[in-house]
């Protein structure tokens, strides 16, 4: 179905007029002076009924079929009808709708005839060259229409195409700034929160013991000033990905692997941690595409006993292989009184590690059993 014509402008409306008088000009002026002479009646009907076609036809788009009709039929005895019944049969052809095109053309035709007949200044002789060359018109006339119709719906088509394809372009940016947000989120709390958590503990230490020695109280202090460096270093690697200018072509630097497994154990046992390990797994041998979450799901696992059972025993278990997967395990008993340190917490963590879990085609399970609280996260073994 054709789209509602465009609205027209003051030039629109106005050569199409002209058109139609040149039209209705042309039609009377082989029969006016007739009718002067001969039916003065009939040269002012003709005049008056020329007038309101040309009235009428001002409303061709509100009701196409009924001032098509009208008009056309008022071209078989008023000559000065033809330019507005030719406006308004072209106007009903541009709807492309063969159901209100065929009737009218036929009772235009059916007017040309009468019209043809009724003319005293026709020559009979030449009487099936005139209805030839009105039967021309009239073709000519509903083709034009047609094809201006068949161009709007085209256009309208293109448009519309075009108005899909952006809104579809600026639903995909959106989706994919949403996408990149949750992924700086995660990965910002991935390498942030477990050294924010180291400093918050032992300056917590610092600030609540009074027994501390001074080697003890330089010992705690150095590792608060070392988690504080690599948290700057690691802030940089992170906000250098969003930096809009000349590095964003940089490769980005290296992402951690199940091979960097052992180093984060041995910093965290630093850092004054009670962990046992139990390693049962080659972590050279882990995939690289379960690696990086191997290593975030150890992290954040230990990060969470530290801020909630600090001085606790937690305990690592790492076990699994290519034909059961990758089984990651982390427990630490729940602190006295069911009660957590007073720190920060985000809840995010266990949530963006789910994420990355599932991404990975694993999946994450963490409950309290026998007053531990345990982290499980399996990853299967893609090589």
């Not at 054709?2 to 106005?14: E, I, N, Q």
Request: net charge neutral; proline share 6%.
């Amino acid at each position: 179905m054709t789209p509602p014509p465009p609205p027209l402008s003051l030039w629109g409306h106005v050569w199409r007029t002209l058109v139609a008088v040149a039209i209705s000009a042309v039609a009377w002026s082989a029969l006016f002076p007739w009718q002067w002479e001969n039916a003065r009646w009939w040269w002012w009907l003709d005049l008056l009924v020329g007038l309101a076609c040309f009235i009428l036809v001002f409303w061709r788009r509100r009701f196409p079929v009924t001032v098509a009709l009208v008009t056309n039929v008022a071209s078989a005895f008023a000559s000065t009808a033809g330019g507005p019944a030719t406006l308004a049969l072209f106007s009903l052809s541009t709807r492309r709708q063969w159901r209100e095109i065929v009737p009218v053309s036929i009772a235009t035709l059916v007017s040309a005839f009468v019209f043809v007949v009724v003319d005293p200044t026709t020559d009979r002789g030449l009487w099936l060259l005139n209805v030839g060359f009105v039967i021309t018109i009239i073709g000519f006339t509903i083709g034009w229409g047609l094809y201006v119709g068949s161009r709007r719906e085209l256009m309208a088509t293109l448009q519309e195409r075009a108005e899909r394809a952006e809104a579809e372009q600026a639903a995909r940016v959106s989706q994919a700034r949403t996408a990149e947000r949750a992924r700086i989120a995660r990965e910002m709390h991935d390498v942030l929160a477990h050294r924010i958590s180291m400093v918050t503990m032992h300056a917590g230490a610092l600030t609540f013991r009074e027994d501390l020695g001074a080697e003890e109280i330089r010992r705690t202090a150095g590792i608060i000033e070392q988690s504080s460096r690599l948290a700057l270093v690691e802030l940089r690697e992170v906000l250098g990905v969003l930096r809009d200018d000349v590095g964003d072509g940089a490769p980005e630097p290296p992402q951690p692997t199940a091979a960097g497994i052992d180093g984060l154990v041995e910093h965290f046992r630093a850092s004054g941690m009670n962990l046992d390990s139990n390693l049962s797994v080659d972590l050279s041998t882990v995939p690289e595409s379960i690696g990086r979450t191997a290593f975030r799901a150890v992290q954040e696992g230990l990060t969470n006993a530290s801020k909630h059972a600090p001085h606790a025993r937690v305990a690592l278990a790492i076990t699994g292989g290519p034909d059961d997967g990758l089984v990651i395990e982390v427990s630490n008993p729940l602190p006295a009184g069911g009660r957590a340190p007073d720190l920060p917490a985000s809840g995010l963590g266990l949530v963006g590690l789910a994420e990355r879990a599932e991404l990975a085609g694993g999946r994450l399970h963490h409950a309290v059993v026998a007053g531990h609280h345990v982290l499980r996260v399996w990853l299967p073994w893609i090589a």
